[in-house]
């Protein structure tokens, strides 16, 4: 059994937007009224299953497409840019498409819920804020499985064991583990130092001052020595030429769209910065880190706004490693009160509008064509 369909149709839109607004309708007024502990195991398994399918089946972007014809066509002659780990996988499923998207997919939202187990211990809150802010970017990013990798190894740190240093151990195996599984968790990976700056309200303050020094200084010196560093690594070399290649232009729709879903992050920023540093003197210390890497990823990626290339490739890669502990973070503040439920309202608001409007706009795409 594997996926025989070439590209997206009237039915397969209507068919993801109906899943997606299922998952929706069924758990939105249990996620707002905090009533995880009372979710029966079989819901909350209900959930991970519709969710899962969701992830495996999501037609709407086109890199589904894309990947099927990588994964159906592939040939040890061929030359794809994709992980070592793939090229080994792809042959062993003998090139199934289905199963390999339930390997990766499956695989990253089963590490996202180990994850929001060793955060809140029941996970379906945090898939209820998955699927209300990014389910549809998590079902599209093959580098989806890399950050519920990366994150899961790093609430080792955030939230340690009894056996502090062995959990360390543990974390650190599958931090190391998540580049194998797409290349851009070496950006996440660099920004790890920054869980050991001191953060308060005044830093804040101080980082938002500092920001146009931090544009030039990536500019000039940090930007040109990845480049000269990637000059010895073909691969990496051949990814950041890719980046900076002018891509097809998009209809205004479209690129409303993407302004929508990127403010989602910000707004998501600024409302836990304030709820986190304004609102509340007693905030638990691994909130106070996870804060700490979003803030880290969020600001990297958006220094790359302002160089001179022809898209925005640099930039969404690194801002969507933002998802997983943004996700996380409004969850777990959600549940420890520090986020009231107008503020949750309004988060989770702002995704739905977002991937409300782009199932809308496939499904409309999909009737003019």
């Not at 086109?62 to 099927?68: E, I, R, S, T, V």
């Not at 998501?268 to 304030?274: N, P």
């Not at 009231?340 to 409300?356: N, V």
Request: glycine share 4%.
């Amino acid at each position: 059994m594997d996926f025989t369909v070439n590209d997206i149709n009237l039915t397969l839109s209507l068919y993801c937007s109906t899943l997606f607004f299922i998952i929706v309708i069924f758990n939105l007024g249990f996620a707002i009224n905090k009533k995880q502990e009372s979710i029966s195991n079989g819901r909350e398994f209900l959930l991970f299953l519709l969710i899962a399918v969701f992830a495996v089946t999501d037609f709407l972007d086109g890199d589904f497409f894309h990947y099927k014809e990588v994964v159906q066509e592939f040939s040890i002659f061929s030359i794809i840019d994709v992980e070592e780990v793939y090229l080994l996988l792809i042959p062993a499923i003998d090139k199934n498409y289905l199963l390999f998207r339930i390997i990766i997919w499956g695989g990253a939202l089963l590490f996202f819920c180990l994850t929001a187990k060793r955060y809140t211990n029941r996970y379906f809150l945090s898939l209820c804020t998955l699927s209300f802010m990014y389910l549809l970017l998590f079902s599209y990013a093959r580098a989806s499985l890399a950050m519920c990798l990366f994150f899961y190894g790093l609430s080792y740190y955030l939230k340690p064991l009894r056996h502090k240093y062995f959990g360390w151990l543990v974390g650190i195996v599958f931090i190391i583990l998540s580049p194998l599984f797409h290349s851009s968790a070496w950006a996440a990976i660099a920004l790890l130092p920054f869980l050991f700056f001191p953060i308060n309200k005044y830093t804040i303050g101080m980082i938002i001052l500092l920001f146009p020094f931090l544009v030039v200084i990536s500019q000039n010196i940090l930007f040109p020595l990845l480049l000269d560093t990637s000059l010895s690594n073909d691969r990496m070399n051949q990814k950041l030429a890719g980046y900076a290649v002018k891509q097809k232009e998009y209809g205004s729709a479209y690129r409303l769209l993407g302004t929508i879903r990127y403010l989602t992050f910000y707004i998501s920023l600024i409302i836990l910065t304030v709820v986190l540093f304004f609102r509340n003197n007693r905030v638990k210390s691994s909130c106070k880190r996870l804060y700490k890497m979003i803030l880290g990823i969020i600001l990297a990626a958006t220094v790359f706004l302002f160089f001179d290339l022809d898209n925005l490739v640099f930039y969404y890669r690194i801002l969507y490693w933002a998802i997983i502990p943004i996700v996380f973070l409004v969850t777990i503040c959600y549940i420890e009160g520090y986020l009231s439920k107008k503020a949750y309202s309004l988060i989770i608001l702002l995704g739905l509008f977002s991937q409300g409007s782009q199932c809308i706009y496939e499904i409309y795409c999909n009737i003019v064509k």
